[in-house]
């Protein structure tokens, strides 16, 4: 995914809760501490509400809101029923930002997809997409045409075929409990980023690979434009050939600046000894300072390819054409009263997410052999 399309919220000029995310958050939950641990009416949880109130209303003053508190509790001899304060913290949406951004930029696959993010309020999105399904004269981007025209001469239309992909986002959530005896709060609010940033990546990873997409995104494996390649004839379980790479790469449709391969940590052992001899041997694998390559196009190891001998067990994709959809910043909120009588905070994350090939189906290439398709998205027969 290009997570340029994610930009840091932008902080207010007097921001209520001062320093970096980390600070900020450490700030927050030390307010949160201070509640549960000296009782609803401390000077902390005043502090606090003050803070909320200004989140809330970014054009409220320090003065204002001091008024609509002591107005609140002076008006009902205590604190007011269904304010959000009351039932839980939502916490700074600069800290959520960082959490989106340090996901994506864990996974060597969501940061090359394409993404899509739903207006406030929307349920689900419909992506227009083009109905190719062959590079044939005619057939390209489902059915546009250039014509040679002589001077004078009528031009003749053409039009593409469309089709509309629809993606509604699924609840992702997490759910995290500290205790009161936990002092370094700017501690743990780096490990609560961290954790949630390095498992919210690998889940929707691992959703973009396997995913079924029943109540989930639909991933590379199980999607029907998925091209398998067949494996050799005789060839022995749990290996991988100089032949099944070149054929992989003979089926791969797409850009090859944007071309990845993915393995299972497993397998490279046996691209270690893939040997191209042409009268001087040479190896198929090119190792360099920026890792490893084939055919010029990197190889990344990820845990959620499939061990070695099993179809997606070494992958070769373009994920500019697989296209994700969420609705914004993950959620980030925090609770006293969850667990109030065992002294512990509850901090919740939830976000929603979908995702699917761009492809409904592999394309007949221009050209080709009979019966011959290609795809973005390319794996290896299984060998068992």
């Known amino acids: 995914m290009n997570n340029n399309h994610y930009k840091p919220a932008t902080a207010p000029e007097h921001p209520i809760y001062k320093g970096d995310s980390i600070s900020a958050l450490a700030q927050q939950l030390s307010d949160i501490r201070e509640v549960a641990k000296n009782g609803m009416q401390t000077k902390a949880f005043a502090a606090a509400k003050l803070r909320l109130e200004m989140t809330q209303n970014r054009n409220m003053s320090i003065v204002d809101a001091q008024v609509r508190y002591d107005n609140r509790t002076a008006g009902t001899g205590g604190l007011t029923a269904g304010t959000l304060s009351e039932g839980g913290f939502f916490l700074q949406a600069e800290t959520s930002a960082d959490l989106l951004a340090a996901g994506y930029n864990n996974s060597e696959v969501l940061k090359r997809c394409g993404s899509r993010s739903l207006s406030p309020g929307a349920q689900k999105t419909d992506i227009i997409l083009t109905d190719e399904t062959s590079r044939a004269t005619g057939a390209r981007h ?73 109540n989930e995104a639909l991933g590379v494996l199980n999607a029907s434009c998925l091209v398998t390649v067949s494996k050799e004839s005789g060839q022995p379980a749990k290996t991988i050939n100089t032949k099944n790479i070149s054929k992989m790469w003979a089926c791969y449709h797409g850009s090859a600046q944007n071309a990845v391969w993915l393995i299972n940590r497993n397998v490279s052992a046996q691209l270690d000894e893939l040997v191209v001899n042409d009268g001087a041997a040479a190896s198929c694998v090119i190792y360099g300072p920026g890792g490893m390559f084939i055919k010029g196009a990197p190889v990344f190891e990820i845990e959620q390819c499939s061990t070695l001998g099993t179809v997606g067990d070494i992958m070769l994709c373009d994920f500019s054409q697989y296209v994700t959809a969420d609705r914004g910043l993950p959620i980030h909120s925090a609770s006293i009263h969850v667990n109030f009588i065992y002294a512990q905070n509850a901090f919740r994350f939830t976000f929603y997410f979908d995702g699917q090939p761009r492809y409904a189906t592999p394309i007949t290439p221009y050209k080709g052999e009979p019966g011959a398709v290609v795809s973005p998205f390319v794996a290896l027969e299984t060998r068992s």
């Not at 593409?160 to 936990?182: G, H």
């Open 142 to 214: 489902g059915g546009i045409r250039v014509y040679t025209t002589a001077e004078l001469d009528q031009f003749t239309a053409s039009r593409p075929k469309l089709r509309i992909a629809s993606m509604e986002p699924k609840k992702l959530t997490a759910l995290y409990y500290a205790s009161d005896e936990i002092t370094d709060a700017r501690f743990l609010a780096a490990e609560l980023r961290k954790a949630f940033a390095q498992e919210y990546a690998f889940v929707c990873q691992d959703q973009i690979i396997n995913g079924s997409g029943v």
